[in-house]
């Protein structure tokens, strides 16, 4: 068929069996700033009952912003809100109040301290799910876990929306683990204190994705936000622990140039960096890559020439901060760091990483989220990622703490399957995942080798066992792995 | 259903309505080399009949990429390919051999020059779609133009895919075009000709996006991958249209602290760029960004101190490459800087743009695709798109070249609709679009304004008027505004 379209050309709206659409007019692009305050963001977004919203926890125990969120939701009257966090904290405590009165129904997003401790025992109308970083990614960009609103904390924005949080009274370093909820989600909100000349000077999310920017008098407490200075544990036992971890890489072979590691900032970990480091000095190595977070002990390493690149996902103390504002480095996204459905992610040749675990079992499985009496009190975090993207998972731990058996028949929950797990160091002994056969051959004659069902005796012998949990039937929430399956169910504590 | 997975924990497939999947295993992640050749990488992305393969065109016309890859194609036996590249020039007239012989049937993409000319008189059994460089990534983002294997051109790259066009010898900037092939093809190869060391420090494209890289000797001339040095226009015509062009924006009050420009590379748009910074400099005056193309005139400006911030999406010549070595500043991809389906573009704050034309018409419709005989010869580029996203778009040309009118009745083709131009100036005078009576008041005794009419008048008189065209029925190509719907079609030139 002919039509003139409206600029008087005829059209053919049918050319080789493929149609075409006239040319129905052209208008001039303008913009005008998106500054409006989070109530008015909010009801602009078109917020309702039901709806989902994202945040991210870069702002640790300092956040201000989830609070001021909810309390706006609340204001607004609208109910059943699912939270799709990356983390909360302790400061997060008045969204006890907001779930009580039911503004908050549904959590999928890590669900920390005082707010996992009151879902465990009040278990909401939906499971919590518990996604790795790169689990959560990887839901948000296939569709498993849609976004309606995604607010957006910066420590600084221009009003236009382009913002990071690498500059700022606030910062905290870049912006890594919202891009995929900026790129998916319906709307996007930006929250900050701190409005700058256009264009930001630094922008991890771009204006292309932003709705509304709001102007806040504070996101956060940056005391909070970033630990002053990070210090490494004192105490003798954990420091032998991060020492083992040490010789165990050596005596695998691992200590080489051009290794990629982890740089984390738990008690173990951050120890475990800073002797890796001292072995970097004394075997005169250099190491390709440190991923994961910023701490003045990598950058240290760093600054020695022990290592020759900084591609980290986030940054932990005052020191790091300061540093990416003078010397940008490498920073990786999330989806870069660690989305499973990705063609390469950085974490994908870590040589080794050192993680924590609140309970491991003889079958190498690991519990990070619940502590031994069914209390979910942690998230995922990074662990399922790296413990699969690493050639050398490291789990650390005390074979008990005070009455509890720490390595155990079975774990209460399971976080990360055994099958990713390498080796687990104790206070008690090194215990090598069987299947790893050729790593037990590496290490032959350099490190003493401990069957895991040895440590879990030590532990029950020590202990007297570990104690029957007296669970209910609700269930309160799910671990999943990175590629959306149920490893396991939490169920409710009984108070 | 109560099911055990694989870890042996008792999954509960359905709660709350919800289905879930129980875990099904985990494995370790690890990576390979994606280094392979051109054949073995098209093979292994299932080339087949039919497909799409899309390209930059940041080489231009010193690209070897192009006719390397068809030749693989051709050489694989594989038929009917159609290409989606941003552009092509003169060093891809083996296209033509290519087309004669069927590797390749169709065309979405900026087609210019020989093989420009070589289509016009033999149509392809569709059309050739011309998008401007917003529209073709909206396209791609949106599903209207799928690409079943993206070809990205790189001067470095890792052996993990993550690559950039800022370093290497064949350097020739960020790779601004590509983003969105990368993450929206099927299958994406990288080709370069430097190989560094993991991970390649700038990364405009990333591994995650990267099924494989190939190494090649060389992936194109670099004399003529960037200009040694760009020249200033020596002709007083077009240098008098480039200071028109000055005094016209600074009658329209443009010309102030905070104003934002585009900066091109063409012969009337470079003047005007530095004419604008000798302006800046005697007024005093300060700009907020210049967007569009590094070249060593604005770069020149930038240092002076006249305008903050250099938000480029190409790089034009030698001494702007070496610039950006050193000092990178703010590289916005071409969807950050175009995208008409976003939420805020760089160039939704152009105060001004001066573009070209190879006509304009009475109802100030531009035409940059094709010559006055039908001939189509160039793409639209960021045309229409810096044309709507400019609060003043000027547009430069001669009132008529040689025998032929550039000013006429109607323009052989639409690129871009009088709608998004405001101003026309010529060699015999300034039309302003009368739609714009602010500006016409703004002007008014300081700039003489002529009716359009009058500069068509002049053209015809001394040329005698436009020739009639006779052209075939068989469609050539069509033009699309960016936001997909049909402006023009383009009928055969006959021999």
């Known amino acids: 068929m002919v039509v003139k379209n409206i600029a008087g050309r005829d059209i053919i709206t049918e050319i080789s069996g493929k149609t075409y659409k006239p040319f129905a007019g052209a208008k001039k692009y303008s913009w005008c700033s998106k500054v409006t305050n989070l109530s008015d963001a909010l009801k602009k977004c078109g917020l309702k009952d039901g709806q989902t919203l994202s945040f991210h926890h870069q702002l640790r125990n300092g956040d201000f912003v989830i609070?001021?969120?909810?309390?706006?939701?609340?204001?607004?009257?609208?109910?059943?809100?699912?939270?799709?966090?990356?983390?909360?904290?302790?400061?997060?405590?008045?969204?006890?109040d907001f779930i009580k009165e039911g503004t908050v129904t549904r959590v999928e997003g890590s669900i920390n301290g005082v707010v996992g401790d009151y879902v465990s025992k009040h278990p909401l109308p939906y499971p919590v799910v518990l996604r790795s970083h790169g689990g959560r990614w990887a839901a948000i960009k296939t569709g498993e876990l849609p976004i309606d609103i995604a607010i957006i904390a910066a420590s600084s924005a221009d009003i236009r929306g382009n913002c990071t949080g690498i500059i700022g009274k606030s910062a905290f370093g870049p912006i890594s683990y919202s891009e995929v909820d900026a790129m998916h989600a319906n709307h996007v909100i930006v929250v900050t204190d701190n409005i700058v000349e256009y264009p930001c000077r630094h922008q991890e999310i771009q204006e292309r994705y932003v709705d509304y920017v709001v102007d806040v008098n504070r996101i956060g407490d940056p005391s909070k936000i970033v630990s002053g200075s990070l210090k490494i544990t004192e105490d003798p036992m954990k420091q032998q622990i991060a020492h083992d971890c040490i010789e165990l890489m050596d005596a695998a072979g691992i200590i080489k140039d051009g290794m990629v590691f982890q740089s984390g900032a738990g008690g173990i970990s951050l120890a475990a960096v800073k002797y890796l480091g001292e072995r970097l000095e004394e075997k005169d190595i250099v190491a390709s890559c440190a991923t994961g977070?910023?701490?003045?002990?990598?950058?240290?390493?760093?600054?020695?020439?022990?290592?020759?690149?900084?591609?980290?996902?986030?940054?932990?103390?005052?020191?790091?901060?300061?540093?990416?504002?003078?010397?940008?480095?490498?920073?990786?996204?999330?989806?870069?760091?660690?989305?499973?459905?990705?063609?390469?992610?950085?974490?994908?040749?870590?040589?080794?990483?050192?993680?924590?675990?609140?309970?491991?079992?003889?079958?190498?499985?690991?519990?990070?989220?619940?502590?031994?009496?069914?209390?979910?009190?942690?998230?995922?975090?990074?662990?399922?990622?790296?413990?699969?993207?690493?050639?050398?998972?490291?789990?650390?731990?005390?074979?008990?703490?005070?009455?509890?058996?720490?390595?155990?028949?079975?774990?209460?929950?399971?976080?990360?399957?055994?099958?990713?797990?390498?080796?687990?160091?104790?206070?008690?002994?090194?215990?090598?995942?069987?299947?790893?056969?050729?790593?037990?051959?590496?290490?032959?004659?350099?490190?003493?080798?401990?069957?895991?069902?040895?440590?879990?005796?030590?532990?029950?012998?020590?202990?007297?066992?570990?104690?029957?949990?007296?669970?209910?039937?609700?269930?309160?929430?799910?671990?999943?792995?990175?590629?959306?399956t149920v490893l396991d169910i939490i169920k409710r504590v009984k108070e």
């Open 67 to 96: 609070n001021m969120t909810l309390d706006a939701v609340q204001e607004l009257g609208v109910k059943n809100i699912m939270m799709a966090q990356t983390a909360i904290f302790d400061v997060h405590k008045p969204v006890i």
């Open 293 to 484: 977070g910023l701490t003045k002990f990598i950058i240290d390493i760093y600054k020695a020439g022990r290592v020759k690149c900084l591609y980290y996902s986030q940054v932990f103390d005052d020191d790091s901060v300061k540093y990416i504002q003078e010397n940008l480095e490498m920073p990786a996204d999330i989806g870069h760091y660690a989305d499973p459905t990705s063609k390469g992610r950085t974490i994908d040749s870590l040589d080794t990483v050192v993680l924590g675990a609140t309970e491991v079992d003889v079958d190498f499985n690991v519990n990070v989220n619940t502590h031994s009496d069914g209390r979910m009190l942690h998230g995922i975090g990074g662990h399922q990622d790296t413990a699969a993207g690493s050639s050398l998972c490291i789990i650390t731990a005390p074979v008990f703490r005070k009455t509890n058996p720490i390595v155990r028949e079975k774990v209460t929950t399971i976080t990360t399957p055994g099958a990713v797990i390498d080796a687990i160091v104790t206070n008690k002994g090194i215990a090598i995942n069987p299947k790893r056969k050729d790593l037990l051959e590496k290490i032959k004659g350099k490190i003493d080798v401990a069957p895991i069902d040895e440590l879990k005796n030590i532990a029950y012998d020590t202990t007297g066992g570990t104690e029957e949990l007296d669970l209910g039937e609700e269930i309160v929430g799910i671990t999943k792995w990175f590629d959306g």
